[in-house]
């Protein structure tokens, strides 16, 4: 058979290359401004725009989606073609996708800063971006089917397998957890509340870590590793055990973020057995990767590429090991909400993403280019620095999480609370803060001195945009010789739609066990007479609370714990959420826990505290936030919120959206009197006061029940 004549388009790859190096030290350089901030909160350089709350998120959003997103279409386009053999289907289409991707991550760089925020973690980009993201993504899916339909090559290659449902799955998480009821341009309330809120949420944000920073990843690393390496994968085997397994167990593993809620118990068990048995599929992977290297050690002490992927695959074992152990309650009920979890994501995160993204780079940018790397040297000291980073940056934030998790747990001989004052355990972590900063700007200087290596690399040769390639085309009619191609994997492996839609099928199976129940079955959730849904006012300051990015630092759940109820008050129940849209659970407490916060102090106290942290709580790392008291709250907006609320089926009055700006100046007055009988002089209509009415409204609902006896845990 005559051989047919293409050209791989490396433009494509090499523009998602720079991309990824871009975001990258953008993404990376926000993420240190970040951690400064936690011991030294003026690195906000006085902005509302650079605080804490609002840019957390952009660093999230920068690293998740622009660093590792562009350099999983950078893998995914290079590997995908040859392994195909066969050109892009469409360009086109990548060309959309490309330009689609970088205006999706300015967006982003753009509204989150200025407030605009959906408030669920991962997923903090508002209606418009979301439809634009789903928009992208499906151009993605053509060019990728496409390509794989005029393949000439018949079986796909395991990466294939893992780009697939990376695809299916993404698709499904964003669109099932954007269900969103727009206000404006820009604002919107989510459909679900409370208790479903959080499983959607906890479904989406954990297995957004598993499809978006793991399946692709591994994807990659079946097709680089064994190029690096020059050997065949370990085991074709193990690689389909891998496969399904993960994909089918990941799915379930989301309710284990919400240990000791007021989530459905079944739901938390659920989740906690599928995270135990994620370690089996996570390590069969791991394993399938190292023992792709047997017999080519000497080749990764001379290669700095096979080293980036070894520390890439150790850091794989570490942080999927960690995550079910996790998982375990009494574990989880030490570790949640402190700086072990940030410990436990960065090793994924620095170690799993960053260092097989690097190894990749350097790989791959020689190839395009046609010549050799710069500076050896150079690659190796970036593997060096990157290495101390990772160590730097972890070591210290488990130390932190271990020190936080048992301080707060800690009673004296006669019972009492022994660091009952939450700042105490804040002022006692400020060390490893900083050393966690150093850890940050030594791995972001291997990222820069790779950039400088890239670039000189790129500047001595010339890019092969269209690079020939020959092969046989794919008879129409195939013959069956061999019996191993008559075995059931080999025989989908040649059925692409089927091979996604049995994808599909896999990872549906989970999120419906879960969440049907919770959301079809009411005792699931039951209500509480006494909690009534947000005055105007209130629900504006709530609004203003999600602005501030008041969730990245404080969570609104008190667990059973003695520990929580002496320090927090009574525990939360899932009939006090609600009229929550969306949850403000929380997953980190940097200041304490809210949930019970009404009441608690005056409103001169918050005002105060709002105004100067340190001048209520000497010591504090919280920023000071002026604009709240020279800024005039919006209340064009009232009538449309409370209408939102009344579709999603909170009971307020019919007609109450004509009213609620009347109600709103009442409380609103009220407020400003009684601060101006504390000597506090402010305007009625500043934000800090629906800030404040907010606050005082938390947890408030409910009498606490003195005859409960929590969990002694």
């Given at each position: 058979?005559?051989?047919?004549?293409?050209?791989?388009?490396?433009?494509?790859?090499?523009?998602?290359?720079?991309?990824?190096?871009?975001?990258?030290?953008?993404?990376m350089?926000?993420?240190?401004?970040?951690?400064?901030?936690?011991?030294?909160?003026?690195?906000?350089?006085?902005?509302?725009?650079?605080?804490?709350?609002?840019?957390?998120?952009?660093?999230?959003?920068?690293?998740?989606?622009?660093?590792?997103?562009?350099?999983?279409?950078?893998?995914?386009?290079?590997?995908?073609?040859r392994?195909?053999?066969?050109?892009?289907?469409?360009?086109?289409?990548?060309?959309?996708?490309?330009?689609?991707?970088?205006?999706?991550?300015?967006?982003?760089?753009?509204?989150?800063?200025?407030?605009f925020?959906?408030?669920?973690?991962?997923?903090?980009?508002?209606?418009?971006?979301?439809?634009?993201?789903?928009i992208?993504?499906?151009?993605?899916g053509?060019?990728?089917?496409?390509?794989i339909?005029?393949?000439?090559?018949?079986?796909?290659?395991?990466?294939?397998?893992?780009?697939?449902a990376?695809?299916?799955?993404?698709?499904?998480?964003?669109?099932?957890?954007?269900?969103?009821?727009?206000?404006?341009?820009?604002?919107?309330?989510?459909?679900?509340?409370?208790?479903?809120?959080?499983?959607?949420?906890?479904?989406?944000?954990?297995?957004?870590v598993?499809?978006?920073?793991?399946?692709?990843?591994l994807?990659?690393?079946?097709?680089?590793?064994?190029?690096?390496?020059?050997?065949?994968?370990?085991?074709?085997?193990?690689?389909?055990?891998?496969?399904w397994?993960?994909?089918?167990?990941?799915?379930?593993?989301?309710?284990?973020?919400?240990?000791?809620?007021?989530?459905?118990?079944?739901?938390?068990?659920?989740?906690?057995?599928?995270?135990?048995?994620?370690?089996?599929?996570?390590?069969?992977?791991?394993?399938?990767?190292?023992?792709?290297?047997?017999?080519?050690?000497?080749?990764?002490?001379?290669?700095?590429?096979?080293?980036?992927?070894?520390?890439?695959?150790?850091?794989?074992?570490?942080?999927?090991?960690?995550?079910?152990?996790?998982?375990?309650?009494?574990?989880?009920?030490?570790?949640?909400?402190?700086?072990?979890?940030?410990?436990?994501?960065?090793?994924?995160?620095?170690?799993?993403?960053?260092?097989?993204?690097?190894?990749?780079?350097?790989?791959?940018?020689?190839?395009?280019?046609?010549?050799?790397?710069?500076?050896?040297?150079?690659?190796?000291?970036?593997?060096?620095?990157?290495?101390?980073?990772?160590?730097?940056?972890?070591?210290?934030?488990?130390?932190?999480?271990?020190?936080?998790?048992?301080?707060?747990?800690?009673?004296?001989?006669?019972?009492?609370?022994?660091?009952?004052?939450?700042?105490?355990?804040?002022?006692?972590?400020?060390?490893?803060?900083?050393?966690?900063?150093?850890?940050?700007?030594?791995?972001?200087?291997?990222?820069?001195?790779?950039?400088?290596?890239?670039?000189?690399?790129?500047?001595?040769?010339?890019?092969?945009?269209?690079?020939?390639?020959?092969?046989?085309?794919?008879?129409?009619?195939?013959?069956?010789?061999?019996?191993?191609?008559?075995?059931?994997?080999?025989?989908?492996?040649?059925?692409?739609?089927?091979?996604?839609?049995?994808?599909?099928?896999?990872?549906?199976?989970?999120?419906?066990?879960?969440?049907?129940?919770?959301?079809?079955?009411?005792?699931?959730?039951?209500?509480?007479?006494?909690?009534?849904?947000?005055?105007?006012?209130?629900?504006?300051?709530?609004?203003?609370?999600?602005?501030?990015?008041?969730?990245?630092?404080?969570?609104?759940?008190?667990?059973?714990?003695?520990?929580?109820?002496?320090?927090?008050?009574?525990?939360?129940?899932?009939?006090?959420?609600?009229?929550?849209?969306?949850?403000?659970?929380?997953?980190?407490?940097?200041?304490?826990?809210?949930?019970?916060?009404?009441?608690?102090?005056?409103?001169?106290?918050?005002?105060?505290?709002?105004?100067?942290?340190?001048?209520?709580?000497?010591?504090?790392?919280?920023?000071?936030?002026?604009?709240?008291?020279?800024?005039?709250?919006?209340t064009?907006?009232?009538?449309?919120?409370?209408r939102?609320?009344?579709?999603?089926?909170?009971?307020?009055?019919?007609d109450?959206?004509?009213?609620?700006?009347?109600v709103?100046?009442?409380?609103?007055?009220?407020?400003?009197?009684?601060?101006?009988?504390?000597?506090?002089?402010?305007?009625?209509?500043?934000?800090?006061?629906?800030?404040?009415?907010?606050?005082?409204?938390?947890?408030?609902?409910?009498?606490?029940?003195?005859?409960?006896?929590?969990?002694?845990?």
């Amino acid at each position: 058979m005559q051989l047919e004549k293409f050209t791989y388009d490396n433009k494509i790859v090499r523009n998602f290359g720079l991309a990824t190096i871009v975001w990258g030290i953008i993404g990376m350089t926000v993420g240190l401004l970040v951690a400064m901030q936690l011991f030294k909160p003026s690195m906000n350089m006085g902005s509302q725009y650079t605080t804490f709350g609002r840019i957390r998120p952009l660093h999230t959003n920068a690293v998740i989606f622009a660093f590792v997103g562009n350099a999983i279409f950078m893998g995914v386009y290079y590997s995908l073609q040859r392994l195909l053999k066969a050109r892009m289907f469409s360009d086109t289409l990548s060309k959309i996708h490309f330009w689609g991707w970088q205006l999706i991550i300015l967006s982003a760089v753009l509204t989150l800063p200025l407030g605009f925020t959906t408030s669920h973690e991962y997923a903090e980009l508002e209606w418009p971006i979301d439809i634009a993201i789903t928009i992208i993504w499906v151009v993605f899916g053509i060019n990728m089917f496409g390509t794989i339909i005029k393949r000439r090559e018949r079986h796909l290659y395991v990466a294939i397998w893992f780009y697939i449902a990376t695809f299916v799955t993404i698709a499904v998480l964003h669109i099932v957890n954007s269900f969103e009821l727009p206000i404006s341009f820009l604002k919107s309330y989510y459909v679900y509340a409370g208790v479903q809120d959080a499983l959607v949420q906890w479904w989406y944000g954990h297995n957004a870590v598993a499809f978006f920073l793991t399946t692709p990843y591994l994807g990659m690393m079946y097709y680089f590793l064994p190029k690096m390496a020059n050997r065949p994968v370990y085991s074709y085997k193990l690689s389909i055990l891998h496969f399904w397994s993960l994909i089918f167990i990941y799915i379930w593993a989301g309710p284990h973020h919400l240990l000791y809620t007021s989530l459905p118990g079944w739901a938390q068990s659920l989740g906690v057995a599928f995270s135990i048995m994620l370690i089996a599929p996570s390590w069969g992977g791991m394993i399938n990767g190292l023992l792709t290297l047997r017999g080519a050690w000497d080749k990764v002490r001379e290669d700095v590429t096979l080293k980036f992927m070894v520390v890439a695959l150790t850091a794989y074992g570490m942080a999927t090991f960690e995550g079910p152990m996790l998982s375990l309650k009494q574990i989880n009920g030490i570790a949640h909400f402190t700086d072990w979890i940030v410990a436990h994501v960065h090793v994924g995160a620095l170690g799993w993403n960053g260092f097989l993204t690097f190894g990749i780079l350097y790989w791959l940018v020689p190839r395009l280019y046609k010549t050799t790397l710069y500076s050896q040297k150079m690659a190796s000291f970036h593997f060096w620095i990157g290495t101390l980073g990772i160590l730097f940056y972890a070591v210290p934030m488990y130390w932190a999480g271990f020190t936080q998790g048992l301080m707060w747990k800690e009673f004296t001989p006669d019972g009492v609370l022994k660091y009952s004052n939450f700042l105490s355990t804040t002022l006692q972590i400020i060390p490893m803060h900083v050393l966690r900063a150093i850890g940050g700007g030594l791995y972001l200087l291997g990222a820069i001195v790779m950039t400088v290596n890239l670039a000189k690399t790129m500047l001595k040769a010339k890019l092969v945009a269209n690079e020939p390639a020959e092969a046989m085309a794919l008879p129409k009619v195939i013959e069956e010789t061999d019996p191993a191609d008559k075995k059931w994997h080999r025989v989908l492996e040649r059925k692409p739609m089927k091979f996604m839609v049995f994808s599909l099928i896999v990872i549906l199976i989970g999120g419906m066990v879960e969440m049907m129940p919770t959301f079809t079955i009411q005792s699931n959730v039951p209500t509480i007479a006494s909690v009534k849904p947000y005055t105007p006012l209130e629900l504006q300051g709530r609004d203003l609370y999600i602005r501030e990015g008041c969730v990245n630092c404080h969570s609104q759940t008190v667990r059973p714990f003695r520990s929580e109820t002496e320090r927090y008050g009574e525990y939360s129940k899932a009939g006090e959420f609600v009229y929550d849209h969306p949850f403000l659970w929380g997953s980190k407490r940097t200041g304490p826990d809210l949930h019970r916060e009404g009441g608690k102090y005056s409103n001169a106290w918050h005002f105060n505290h709002l105004l100067d942290p340190t001048s209520m709580s000497p010591g504090s790392i919280m920023p000071s936030y002026p604009w709240l008291i020279q800024q005039k709250l919006d209340t064009t907006t009232t009538a449309s919120k409370i209408r939102a609320m009344q579709k999603l089926g909170v009971p307020y009055r019919v007609d109450f959206d004509r009213d609620a700006n009347g109600v709103l100046t009442e409380q609103a007055n009220a407020i400003a009197k009684d601060l101006k009988q504390n000597n506090i002089t402010v305007k009625s209509d500043r934000e800090i006061i629906a800030i404040i009415a907010y606050l005082q409204r938390l947890g408030v609902d409910i009498k606490a029940n003195k005859f409960t006896i929590p969990s002694n845990q």
